[in-house]
């Protein structure tokens, strides 16, 4: 958890210091090993490359390359688009947990 935790952070911090590409390569390369550690290897290499999810993977992974490679704006935007495909199932169930999180249009207030 600590790897993952500190992977974000360094990605936050990235982007908040004007797209830093150094300190947002260190922040990617711990996230994907901080996952990796914590679901394991195995099951990780079985989330990423999953047939219906190939196109998000390689949103997500090319992302990580062009940072990696110096063009950190670019990465960072393909990195949000495949995390976004990666995870929107697990965002669709964890909007259900949270029913304040949902439109207040489709139930009235109770009175």
């Given at each position: 958890?600590?790897?993952?935790?500190?992977?974000?952070?360094f990605?936050?911090?990235?982007?908040?210091?004007?797209?830093?590409k150094a300190l947002?390569?260190?922040?990617?390369?711990l996230f994907v090993a901080g996952l990796s550690f914590v679901?394991?290897?195995e099951r990780t290499f079985k989330f990423f490359f999953q047939r219906h999810k190939m196109k998000a993977t390689g949103f997500f992974l090319g992302g990580v390359f062009v940072v990696l490679i110096g063009w950190p704006i670019v990465g960072v935007v393909l990195e949000v688009y495949g995390?976004?495909?990666?995870f929107r199932g697990f965002l669709k169930?964890?909007?259900n947990l949270y029913p304040?999180?949902?439109?207040?249009?489709?139930?009235?207030?109770?009175?």
């Open positions: 958890m600590g790897l993952t935790g500190f992977g974000v952070f990605l936050f911090f990235g982007m908040i210091l004007f797209f830093d947002l390569a260190i922040g990617n390369i679901i394991g290897l995390f976004f495909l990666l169930i964890s909007l304040f999180l949902k439109s207040s249009r489709s139930q009235p207030l109770p009175r």
